[in-house]
């Protein structure tokens, strides 16, 4: 069981915008900022977005993130193909003075 | 180009030690933590820990202390995560990665491809 919560899995058709939430609590996403990671089939995780919103640069537009309270989101749109992969959370936790990660969420793009 | 580059695939024996690799290239190593992530096979990512190749300060994840040893040679640039007696268990993909943190934010980046650990009789 991880400690960030993120859905299994999401879809969408080409061109559709798609999100995936990540639920924390005080000690992680409420206190320290959110990253998200994205892993293409067979590949290492990649950094999509760090500090909750910021995309490092080469990372398309169509991908944002935010943060509320204990949560944090992803969104793609203008959805393609070549993002159906793995997506993953992570925050640093006060509590355990070390990194969780949510489970990921696989996202098919129909 | 900032890279980690790791070691390559391991085939072992319960009860074998083994000790992989990753090396940075493009920056200074010294620069930032280097973080290590298991990820079983059709599981997600499990942070193990971190470690300061300026200092060799560690903090490792309740799960995995006392199980797995972080290490560094600064010299050469090199950081490893070491086993003293692999089990079936272990076998998973382990990734390192750059633990940047600035200003109150901490990310991992870059990754390194992974080296697969295989244990098995």
């Known amino acids: 069981q991880s400690v960030l919560t993120q859905p299994p899995s999401a879809s969408g058709t080409p061109g559709q915008r798609v999100t995936i939430s990540c639920s924390g609590s005080s000690s992680n996403i409420g206190s320290n900022t959110a990253s998200w990671y994205q892993q293409l089939p067979g590949t290492a995780p990649k950094l999509l977005i760090y500090?909750?919103?910021q995309r490092p640069s080469g990372v398309p537009d169509r991908f944002s993130g935010s943060k509320s309270g204990t949560s944090a989101s992803l969104a793609i749109s203008g959805l393609q193909s070549e993002d159906e992969a793995d997506y993953y959370c992570a925050a640093w936790d006060d509590s355990l003075s070390g990194w969780v990660f949510g489970g990921g969420t696989k996202l098919t793009v129909l | 180009e900032v890279q980690l580059v790791q070691s390559g695939a391991e085939v072992k024996k319960p009860g074998e030690s083994l000790k992989i690799s990753c090396k940075g290239f493009g920056y200074t190593f010294t620069y930032y933590w280097i973080g290590w992530v298991r990820q079983m096979p059709g599981k997600g990512l499990e942070w193990m820990g971190i470690i300061n190749p300026a200092d060799s300060d560690t903090r490792y994840s309740p799960s995995f202390q006392g199980q797995v040893t972080l290490s560094v040679d600064k010299s050469i640039s090199t950081a490893y995560l070491q086993w003293s007696g692999l089990k079936a268990s272990d076998t998973a993909m382990y990734y390192c990665?750059?633990?940047?943190?600035?200003?109150?934010?901490?990310?991992?980046?870059?990754w390194g491809q992974g080296t697969l650990v295989t244990v098995s009789s």
């Open positions: 500090t909750n919103n």
């Open positions: 990665a750059g633990h940047q943190y600035s200003s109150g934010s901490r990310w991992f980046d870059p």
